[in-house]
């Protein structure tokens, strides 16, 4: 089967807000308009930021507290889906981990100002990697640790296959960063990404790490945004 010529085009384009708001009646299981979300692919991290909130009953589980919504997102590409969603102005933080590309000490959190999308098909091919760089929006928290650089991968399979292509462009990897910011960027949300390194991306050890080395990282973390989504309450 061959594509028709028209049918697809290359400007990337904005949901109307009928989209939007189905969307959100369906995501989030709630037409939520207010001024902050956070987002996270991981579970535990999702219950400890969503204490004493309200759940919306639907796809992704989802907590409001107070004017802000926490989400329990998907990994990956659909993370975005979320953004385009949401309503003008959102202030959107985004809360996950990533593999270390510098030795950086594990348990560390980085704000990374930046992200691109690796692509395991150019380096099979021998090529670099495409640095079509996402850039962070602005944010009004205040500032972590400097990540630098995210190279976002499809997989975690990819993240660990292309780890010496990814070194000599990145600080670290994960699978939603550049999505995100580039979803914020055709938004107009302010967009943050706050990167817990979990491992050294080296040889699968994604899995073996031990969640007890960042458990503190995570619980500070998680503490320091419940308290700016509720006010210390």
Known sequence: MTAQGGLVSSQVQVPDEQWRRRARMTLLGCDWLG????????????TALARGGTECDGWWRTSLLGDAA???????????????????????????????????????????ESAFIAHPSAAAEGQSADLSFHSRRSHPAKPLQPGGV?????????????????????DCVDMESAHLF??????????????????????GDVFTSNPEHIAGAIDDLCQSIHEDLTGGQ
């Open 35 to 46: 001024p902050e979300v956070v987002l996270t692919p991981i579970r535990s991290i999702h």
């Open 70 to 112: 926490v989400v329990h997102v998907p990994q990956g590409t659909a993370a975005k889906d979320i953004v385009f969603a949401l309503p003008q102005a959102t202030r959107v933080t985004f809360v996950g981990l990533a593999g270390g590309l510098r030795n950086q000490t594990i348990g560390t959190t980085v704000d990374p």
């Open 182 to 203: 580039s979803a914020a960027a055709l938004t107009g949300h302010q967009m943050r990404c706050l990167l817990v390194i979990s491992d050294h991306n080296r040889d």
């Open 150 to 170: 995210v190279a976002t991968v499809g997989c975690l399979a990819d993240s660990t296959l292309l780890h010496r292509q990814l070194a000599s462009a990145a």
